[in-house]
Antibody, heavy 120, light 108 residues
Framework: EVQLVESGGGLVQPGGSLRLSCAAS????????MHWVRQAPGKGLVWVSR????????TYADSVKGRFTISRDNTKNTLYLQMNSLKAEDTAIYYC?????????????WGQGTLVTVSS | DIQMTQSPSSLSASVGDRVTITCRAS??????LNWYQQKPGKAPELLIY???NLQTGVPSRFSGSGSGTDFTLTIISLQPDDFATYYC??????????FGGGTKVEIK
């Protein structure tokens, strides 16, 4: 079964940095585009960022542009999200998701998520 | 950005009821619309992709329809396992993917 396992979440002060990781297994990681999606406590889902299969192309939500960097290491089957200048409103569960489909895309599967709390 | 509006935001229903959730896009998105189910404390799971295609393993009591700006998720004969929150998502604008606000289906 395809698996995505996030790690790296925790408590960080406003203005601080954190790097999330997502370990992928049981599929050809290097062939898939990958995303991060977040969910603030008790709120809905918000797309954060996307990276193409070889890591040469990235896209970000306006709310994180310039502060977050998505990257990947296909030799380690791992996706990353470097988060800098963190704000209280970045507090959320962060999910790693695989993009599937061709002309139309969808997210499947999702990791279990890692909680990031930005607070002093 | 394409805005996705779901209605209702919550509903109460009984086991065996037929449930309909709607999702409206702020502009035409063809059939680039997906539905996800999220149970409390769990990650979302894909239910329907491309507006009407059932993901493998999803029970046939779930169905999706629509195109353009208006979409519907229908659950015929609601089961205890179906009480959850449902989200629509547009994938027409792949540079800014957006979700609806969610619909929480609760037990009456």
């Amino acid at each position: 079964e395809v698996q995505l396992v996030e790690s790296g979440g925790g408590l960080v002060q406003p203005g601080g940095s954190l790097r999330l990781s997502c370990a992928a297994s049981r599929f050809m990681f290097s062939s898939y585009w990958m995303h991060w999606v977040r969910q603030a406590p008790g709120k809905g889902l918000v797309w954060v960022s996307r990276i193409n299969s070889d890591g040469s192309g990235t896209t970000y939500a306006d709310s994180v542009k310039g502060r977050f960097t998505i990257s990947r290491d296909n030799t380690k089957n791992t996706l990353y999200l470097q988060m800098n200048s963190l704000k209280a409103e970045d507090t959320a569960i962060y999910y790693c998701v695989r993009e599937d489909g061709d002309s139309r895309i969808w997210f499947d599967p999702w990791g279990q998520g890692t909680l990031v709390t930005v607070s002093s | 950005d394409i805005q996705m509006t779901q209605s209702p935001s919550s509903l109460s229903a009984s086991v065996g009821d037929r449930v309909t959730i709607t999702c409206r896009a702020s502009q035409s998105i063809s059939n680039s619309l997906n539905w996800y189910q999220q149970k409390p404390g769990k990650a979302p799971e894909l239910l329907i992709y491309g507006a009407s295609n059932l993901q493998t393993g999803v029970p046939s009591r779930f169905s999706g329809s629509g195109s353009g700006t208006d979409f519907t998720l229908t659950i015929i004969s609601l089961q205890p396992d179906d009480f959850a929150t449902y989200y629509c998502q547009q994938s027409y604008n792949t540079l800014q993917l957006t979700f609806g606000g969610g619909t929480k289906v609760e037990i009456k």
